[in-house]
């Protein structure tokens, strides 16, 4: 059997399927918002509610929140508590801290006791 030459992947293929998968992302969570959050997504409107999600992803993905279940429960609390809580020291703080896992994070953003020992079993967000 003749060896086959090497695949060659441009960065510019990565980047084109790196933004078709998070084009999809945020439509799923455009879907998740409005089911979810009804009132912020009509007080934003379409664009804006995109664009909160978005804000949302590219937060997470700074503190190293890469799964889409801790992306989708970040996206939870910039609607809950919104974008600029998000950018709040106390919340930065939080967001920073890389001793714990990204699901105690997200607990400890939303201010919920099991954050405090830091048991994953608890932490289970």
Known sequence: MPSLPPLIV???QVDALRKELLDRFVAKMMTHAQAF???QCAALGEAGTERR?????????????????NV?????????LGM?????PWATAILADAST????????????????????EQADV
């Open 10 to 12: 441009r960065a510019a």
């Open 37 to 39: 959050f009804p009132s």
């Open 53 to 69: 999600i978005r804000d949302a992803i590219d937060e997470g993905a700074k503190h190293g929140f890469v799964t889409q279940r």
């Open 72 to 80: 989708c429960k970040l996206v939870n609390v910039a609607f809950e």
């Open 84 to 88: 600029g809580a998000l950018r709040e």
């Open 101 to 120: 896992s990204p699901a105690i994070r997200l607990l400890r953003l939303r201010g919920d006791p099991a954050a405090k020992s830091g048991r994953k």
